[in-house]
């Protein structure tokens, strides 16, 4: 079943990079680079494992639950020092900085100064 209006009114016409399958239809790794660029920031290993844990976690949660969502990132990167690590590599907050890199909309809440972002 087709995923976005691209997708339907040109069937066939987009094709989603293998590396990254939850990724929004309308997504690339150039784009996310391009921002970050933007934002002075070079894309590393650490980042993209974080743009493709948020892209899966989008695709299987109709509503983010930001406490759950740090959690998951927290854990993922828990053997790098966790939050703290994910503040270090995306300044403006991992779930902020990191759902624009991952072409996601950012949740409510997520560029509270007190929760989600340090923007």
Not at 11 to 26: E, S, V, W
Not at 36 to 46: K, M, N, S, V, Y
């Amino acid at each position: 079943m087709s995923e976005t209006m691209t997708e339907l009114m040109n069937p066939g016409t987009t094709t989603r990079d293998a590396a990254f399958p939850y990724a929004p239809g309308d997504w690339t790794s150039a784009e996310a680079e391009s921002v970050a660029r933007g934002d002075g920031i070079a894309l590393t290993e650490d980042h993209w494992t974080t743009i493709k844990a948020l892209q899966g976690y989008f695709a299987t949660h109709e509503r983010p639950n930001m406490r759950e969502l740090h959690d998951a990132l927290e854990e993922d990167m828990h053997s790098k020092g966790g939050l703290k690590y994910l503040y270090e590599i995306f300044p403006g907050g991992p779930v902020a900085q990191g759902c624009r890199f991952a072409g996601l909309e950012v949740p409510s809440g997520a560029a509270d100064r007190s929760f989600g972002s340090v923007q």
